[in-house]
């Protein structure tokens, strides 16, 4: 049995030594990509800190594949990809051109021509800034990005990694999505029957202090969503929130003085780990749908609360990563 053992550790020896010399020549082709996962929805979501009046910089990994270092200085072009974007939508959403991602306009970003990759190195990052002051988030922003050819390199062959769908994310300290099962939808006249709830609620930013969502059962799916905006003004000083509507045929009100609080809590477990709280207590407002039954127009009572929870590393310095989106 000794001499069996011997015998295998070896061959084992000879085995590591035999892979270890395979791993000097390269497995892989040295193909250029982004790193940009995507989400459920097939793009990649990227969440920028709202600024109003200055400019917010965002980091975009750019890679080269294989297992070998980089043999070469690098100058990778890059580009907006309409085509691909055009495509993507067409695929999805054929003829729903309401719900169609739409490209980011050039005075919101600045994008370089190039990103270096100096030799012996195998990632880089690519400086894109954002400017999105007057962003309306009723739209669902895209930047479209790609890889193009060149002969000093090959940008990677599979679409997902040469090519990049951005969704653009503006957060400020009290957008998000928030909890929806304490928020109560009822005909209004029947406060006390059976209500319609939402398990999540989808708040987006407007300006710094400011976020809106859609009046009741409303989301982003509806052809005419634009209409049944409800803004919400977070005081920071009285802690009021103020609820209004700029759109008039939804008659919307508001039927008494709504609050908001802030708290955080240590994990137990993760002391690192910070769950921030904020929750909208005592909302009461009555708005009017006229439009999801021709020629018929069906008032609605919302009664409840909403809470939005963030988790935050605070170990991480970089505050869109800190977040656990």
Not at 126 to 152: A, C, E, Y
Not at 250 to 271: G, L, M, W
Not at 295 to 305: K, L, W
Request: proline fraction near 4%; include cysteine.
């Amino acid at each position: 049995m000794k001499k069996i053992a011997v015998l295998l550790s070896i061959l084992l020896i000879f085995g590591i030594i035999a892979c270890n010399k395979n791993w000097v020549t390269e497995q892989f082709e040295h193909f250029v990509s982004f790193k940009a996962p995507l989400s459920s929805n097939n793009v990649t979501p990227i969440y920028v800190r709202y600024k109003p009046d200055g400019v917010v910089n965002y980091q975009l990994p750019v890679i080269v594949s294989g297992t070998t270092n980089n043999e070469n200085d690098l100058q990778v072009q890059v580009g907006v990809d309409s085509d691909t974007l055009k495509a993507f939508n067409d695929a999805n959403f054929q003829n729903r051109k309401d719900l169609y991602y739409k490209e980011l306009t050039s005075q919101y970003f600045t994008i370089p021509n190039t990103v270096a990759i100096p030799k012996g190195i195998n990632a880089s990052t690519m400086n894109i800034s954002f400017s999105l002051k007057d962003i309306d988030l009723v739209d669902k922003w895209i930047l479209p990005l790609t890889i193009k050819p060149s002969h000093d390199y090959t940008p990677n062959p599979r679409r997902n990694y040469s090519k990049a769908l951005l969704r653009i994310i503006p957060f400020n300290d009290y957008s998000g999505v928030y909890s929806g099962t304490a928020l109560k939808l009822y005909l209004k006249g029947e406060e006390n029957g059976a209500a319609i709830v939402k398990s999540e609620i989808q708040s987006y930013v407007v300006d710094e202090s400011t976020v809106f969502f859609y009046a009741g059962a409303v989301d982003e799916n509806k052809t005419d969503r634009r209409n049944y905006k409800v803004y919400a003004r977070f005081n920071n000083q009285t802690k009021e929130v103020t609820l209004t509507s700029d759109n008039p045929s939804i008659n919307f009100r508001v039927n008494q003085k709504i609050y908001y609080s802030i708290e955080d809590v240590k994990d137990a477990v993760q002391p690192y780990l910070i769950h921030r709280y904020v929750t909208i207590n005592n909302i009461d407002y009555n708005f009017t749908d006229y439009t999801s039954v021709a020629n018929a127009s069906i008032d609605y009572t919302v009664r409840g609360s909403l809470i939005m929870e963030r988790k935050i590393n605070s170990q991480i310095p970089d505050e869109d990563q800190a977040i656990q989106w």
